[in-house]
């Protein structure tokens, strides 16, 4: 099994950094914290600027016109050069104590997220969705806590973290429908629980684990632990590939937590 240590990338402590992605095209780094609803963008020369949604932000997903597609708690908005958006409300798909949570764009285009509770008082539940061209459709229904997706590269699975269940899940995926079927556990989280999660060219996962100070990485066909990325924070949230490819980006969260380097963020060249 390979190691590998993570290094510091930016002291700059976040209630919840998630939802990373890198724009190949723009060559530019995003992110979110979620608890603050802040959109974080860092540009090819390092500069990075930041949009308050003044609510919760699951996540913000890069789309074609150098925006994005922000998943909030009550609506999906398009935001681009500080101008938001909404494109389509939840208020009457989620119950007011829920907020979406990790979002991703399918090989066909379509917004998948979902969504969970957030106010502490009811049990963790939700469902997750997929959204597109106005038409929102339950994929899963009944989630505890949706987290990491992914897409393998010949586009006929698609991989789900359920972090309450301590569960990463494989599903075969039919790209013209959206259809996901056939779900199966692909491996469980004994210490911590699986949070996002990207997948390498070799269709294996990098899967973030709260509470375990790491990312796990998992063959994508049988679950089997090929590695781990030791990081020097708690609360592990998610990563993305960005540059040129050989390097991970690494979000993690300090809400609750003292030390440090907690809520920093990170980078792991493999």
Not at 36 to 61: P, R
Not at 152 to 177: C, G, I, L, P
Not at 184 to 192: A, D, K, P, R
Not at 210 to 229: A, V
Request: contains cysteine; negative net charge.
């Amino acid at each position: 099994m390979r190691e590998f240590d993570a290094k510091l990338f930016m002291k700059k402590k976040h209630e919840i950094a998630e939802a990373p992605f890198y724009d190949e095209a723009l060559k530019r780094l995003s992110w979110v914290d979620i608890v603050e609803g802040k959109l974080y963008i860092m540009g090819e020369n390092g500069e990075v600027s930041m949009h308050d949604f003044g609510q919760m932000i699951g996540a913000a997903v890069p789309v074609e016109n150098g925006g994005f597609i922000v998943a909030a708690v009550d609506g999906l908005y398009s935001y681009k050069d500080g101008l938001s958006e909404k494109i389509c409300d939840l208020t009457k798909v989620y119950e007011p104590y829920q907020r979406s949570n990790d979002a991703k764009m399918d090989p066909e285009g379509r917004l998948w997220f979902g969504s969970t509770v957030f106010d502490g008082k009811h049990e963790d539940y939700g469902n997750l969705f997929s959204y597109e061209d106005g038409k929102i459709v339950c994929r899963q229904a009944n989630t505890r806590l949706s987290n990491g997706m992914a897409w393998n590269k010949t586009a006929d699975k698609f991989y789900f973290s359920d972090s309450v269940e301590k569960k990463v899940f494989v599903y075969d995926y039919d790209r013209k429908s959206g259809d996901i079927s056939n779900r199966e556990v692909l491996f469980e989280v004994e210490t911590g629980v699986p949070d996002g999660m990207t997948i390498d060219e070799d269709d294996n996962l990098w899967v973030a684990i709260w509470g375990g100070s790491k990312l796990e990485h998992r063959d994508g066909r049988t679950g089997e632990k090929l590695g781990q990325i030791n990081v020097p924070a708690k609360q592990v949230s998610s990563c993305c590939f960005y540059g040129s490819q050989n390097k991970l980006f690494i979000t993690t969260a300090g809400v609750g937590l003292e030390g440090e380097l907690e809520g920093c963020l990170f980078v792991c060249e493999m």
